[in-house]
């Protein structure tokens, strides 16, 4: 009957699981990557970020508007970043640099796979079964709206160790954007694909591979990428208050000893990070639900 169901399951959902493809990740990103480069997108992205320093410059040392006069400009931050002798000791030729965004990368890596290891499935439950919904829903509304820095006293009271106190702060910023896009995937799905399933005999399994996964997938992978996100957010919070490492106490200490320099320099950091974790999620996403493009026909 399960195999008659699986069969059967295919035509009559439109075939939400697709087979592999013939081409693989890499060669898929790759040619994204290509497509990319021919369109006007990098030129419009080029000019977006020259008139951004360009307006840095003009706030900052031309116009030397109130607000910004104390801001170091681009081409001071520039010339520290790269320096080999760097005056406040932080730049691309220093070890110390690396060992920063080494350790608040394993800090959002650590606490982004906790999130999207309980988020997820937490998430499709919920979406799927509306009796466990009833029961989480209140929790999750309850404890979804504290701001993570009131959660800083519990964290250390909690976890022995600073770095634990750390991840689990980073934990609580990304959690709760995976769990809600993911639930909101599955309430997204048309109902028409579970009673199809139902009335052809398909087993609670098979309906969740075949509906409640490939149907939630989009918004699961859109999730992810604002989850990486609040976890950069969280970090860096938690690395102010806690760390002795890491691109959050860097930006901390060097506004304590006054090295406005090496603030931009984390900062510029930190998002140039988090946008390649965005990239990498995306292309991802883009690649397991490439049944989704063909269906939009794109």
């Not at 035509?11 to 497509?35: I, T, Y």
């Not at 031309?62 to 080999?84: A, N, Q, R, Y």
């Not at 290891?117 to 709206?145: C, H, N, Q």
């Not at 691109?247 to 901390?252: A, D, R």
Request: glycine residues 10%; proline residues 6%.
């Amino acid at each position: 009957m399960i195999e008659t169901a699986s069969g059967s399951l295919k035509p009559a959902l439109g075939e939400l699981s697709q087979g592999r493809p013939r081409a693989g990740f890499f060669s898929r990103v790759g040619g994204g990557a290509k497509r990319w480069l021919r369109g006007p997108s990098p030129w419009l992205n080029l000019l977006g970020l020259v008139g951004f320093l360009v307006l840095w410059h003009l706030t900052t040392r031309v116009l030397k508007l109130p607000l910004f006069v104390k801001l170091p400009g681009p081409l001071d931050t520039v010339k520290e970043w790269f320096s080999i002798q760097p005056v406040y000791g932080i730049s691309i030729f220093t070890l110390e640099y690396y060992q920063h965004i080494g350790l608040s990368c394993l800090r959002v890596f650590l606490a982004f796979l906790l999130a999207t290891g309980l988020g997820v499935p937490l998430g499709l439950l919920m979406g799927w079964k509306k009796t466990f919904s009833d029961y989480a829903f209140p929790i999750l509304e309850l404890l979804r709206p504290i701001p993570m820095l009131a959660w800083v006293p519990l964290a250390i009271l909690m976890w022995p160790t600073r770095e634990s106190s750390i991840v689990f702060l980073t934990f609580l910023g990304s959690f709760f954007a995976t769990l809600l896009n993911s639930w909101l995937g599955v309430k997204s799905i048309d109902q028409a694909y579970f009673r199809a399933a139902a009335c052809l005999g398909a087993s609670e399994s098979l309906i969740f591979r075949k509906i409640v996964w490939p149907g939630a997938m989009p918004f699961v992978f859109t999730g992810l990428q604002i989850s990486v996100g609040y976890a950069w957010f969280s970090l860096v919070a938690g690395e102010m208050l806690a760390g002795e490492f890491g691109l959050g106490y860097l930006i901390w200490d060097s506004y304590i000893l006054v090295q406005y320099p090496v603030i931009i320099i984390a900062m510029l950091t930190l998002g140039l990070v988090g946008s390649l974790n965005s990239l990498a999620i995306r292309a991802l996403g883009n690649f397991l639900i490439r049944w989704k493009k063909r269906e939009s026909g794109q």
